[in-house]
């Protein structure tokens, strides 16, 4: 078993997330419901107590009220007697009354919190992806090549690879280039067709990882990146590897999901209630752990299927706890923690966010409605997308957004 007693993980929860909007109007990007009862900083967090990872410090930055709730109610189980820990750390400002500028920064800033723990390897990673990853795993790989830094790289298509930042490698994963978005992705040795995809995941050793961060900080030119300052300065004068992503999501293809788009959103939870999803929460041995509300299970009452009558059914969904469909239509859609569908309401390839309430007779055609929203007897959404926007957020992708305690 790799030794993971000294490593440090900071999983980065302060961007605001704003192409996600509304969703992260009134809530950090990781705070943003996923999959019914879940939040997408869950993911993340599971990972590294699966990879028996304990110490574990999130800078966060804004509109964290909803992630400190959720952190506080549903992680706070590690025993610090033991030295374990799941801690929130909010900007602290030691070094200047700026906000975070970058990943390095956010990390700089913090480097009081990383320097008091005294770690022998400083994991970073980001709190707002959807995957299954055993850090250890890299940790062993980062320690056997004597590096001074690993980075997370996950195969992608080379015809797909322009979207990405794309690390260079020799045979033995030494990476010598790193490219954001290049025209002409390098291919993986050996693998012509293919491309190596930087993560955003990173294992420094820490004093190696001061070091950086300190003539980073001093460079005025820098944005304070480590995929666009850190990683090209480095990969030329230290032993920089990649470490090709080792999948715990036990599928044919790798699952790594930037969900950071409302269309990348809302097809990412449309696949878990697929009949064999590409992303498995159903796997006892990686649980995801989460908060999880004090509610009654699902209740599905009236059975008139009689012409005229009510049926309260859910067919190809996820249904939270709490749920009441009470003689309404449920298909194709997710329901967080105590949503109520009446009568004869029908919702198709939706996501229903806590506490929603659909009226009767309304209709619901692939949509998002964040928490504490009614939706009146009735009323028809996304059926008319011209009419929608001029009320709601309508994605590329056609996708309704209706936002948190909206009054219709």
């Known amino acids: 078993m790799t030794n993971t007693k000294h490593v440090l993980a900071l999983v980065l929860a302060g961007g605001k997330g704003e192409r996600l909007d509304p969703l992260t109007r009134d809530r950090a990007k990781p705070a943003v419901p996923f999959g019914g009862v879940y939040r997408i900083v869950d993911f993340t967090l599971s990972n590294c107590i699966n990879s028996n990872i304990r110490r574990i410090i999130l800078p966060i930055q804004y509109k964290c009220a909803s992630l400190n709730r959720h952190l506080r109610d549903g992680w706070t189980f590690l025993p610090s007697a033991l030295g374990e820990f799941i801690e929130p750390i909010p900007p602290q400002q030691r070094i200047g009354d700026q906000w975070y500028s970058g990943t390095a920064d956010a990390v700089y800033q913090n480097l009081y919190e990383v320097e008091k723990h005294e770690p022998d390897l400083v994991l970073i990673l980001a709190g707002d992806h959807v995957y299954k990853m055993d850090y250890s ?74 070091d950086v961060l300190e003539a980073d900080a001093a460079d005025e030119k820098s944005s304070h990146d480590f995929g666009r ?86 067919l ?80 590329e992708g056609g996708i309704v957004v209706i936002s948190k305690g909206a009054q219709l």
């Open 137 to 210: 795993q890299m940790i062993r790989f980062h320690r056997e090549k004597n590096a001074d830094l690993t980075v997370s790289a996950v195969e992608v298509p080379r015809k797909e690879a322009s979207g990405f930042g794309i690390v260079a490698t020799d045979e033995e994963n030494r990476i010598r280039g790193f490219l954001e978005k290049p025209k002409d992705p390098p291919a993986i040795p050996g693998q012509p067709d293919m491309s190596f995809a930087s993560m955003g995941i990173y294992v420094f050793n820490a004093k190696f990882l001061m």
């Open 229 to 314: 300052n850190i990683l090209p300065k480095v990969i030329h004068t230290h032993r920089v590897f990649a470490f090709a992503f080792a999948d715990e999501n036990k599928k044919a293809a790798k699952y790594w999901r930037d969900v950071g788009t409302i269309d990348a959103y809302y097809q990412a939870n449309m696949d878990l209630i697929s009949v064999s999803p590409e992303f498995n929460l159903y796997d006892p041995e990686w649980p995801i752990r989460t908060y999880q509300p004090q509610a009654p299970p699902p209740k599905f009452v009236f059975a008139q299927e009689y012409p005229g009558g009510r049926l309260g059914i859910a």
């Open 316 to 395: 190809d969904s996820l249904v939270s706890p709490g749920c009441i469909v009470s003689g309404g239509r449920v298909q194709n859609s997710i329901l967080s923690p105590n949503v109520r569908i009446n009568s004869y309401a029908d919702v198709k390839e939706s996501i229903l966010f806590e506490r929603v309430t659909v009226g009767r007779h309304a209709r619901i055609r692939r949509a998002i409605v964040d928490k504490d929203v009614t939706i009146p007897e009735g009323m028809e959404i996304g059926f008319d997308l011209e009419q929608d926007a001029k009320r709601f957020v309508v994605s």
